[in-house]
């Protein structure tokens, strides 16, 4: 038993560089974590701020999100839209004149 300790000792003695670099990584480790934490906070609370001023209606997205009437003025927009394209294949001639001289 006290051949084994001192066997151990020896090895931890002889890994002591081993130990030192693992320490290094280590701490490295650390601060590349902590950097990315602080970016990661500061995403997110400037999130928290465009989805608060979305929720109080307030630039175009918080308009959109508050009010339909322009989804609704732009899907009845499309409809006509779609209907015009499919009447002037349709009818070509009723919206373009062709003279040939």
């Known amino acids: 038993s006290l051949n084994r300790s001192a066997t151990g000792i020896e ?33 997110v609370g400037s999130l928290e701020v465009v989805l608060g001023r979305m929720e109080a209606g307030e630039g175009s997205l918080g308009l959109l999100s508050k009010d339909d009437s ?10 006509e839209v779609i209907l015009l394209v499919a009447d002037l ?13």
Do not use: C, W
């Open 11 to 43: 090895a931890a003695a002889g890994s002591g560089p081993d130990i030192a670099r693992l320490v290094v990584r280590t701490d490295s480790a650390v601060v590349a974590l902590h950097r990315t934490s602080t970016t990661l906070d500061r995403a």
């Open 89 to 101: 294949r349709a009818n070509p001639r009723k919206y373009l004149n062709l003279e040939i001289f």
């Open 70 to 79: 322009l989804y609704v003025s732009l899907n009845r927009a499309m409809e």
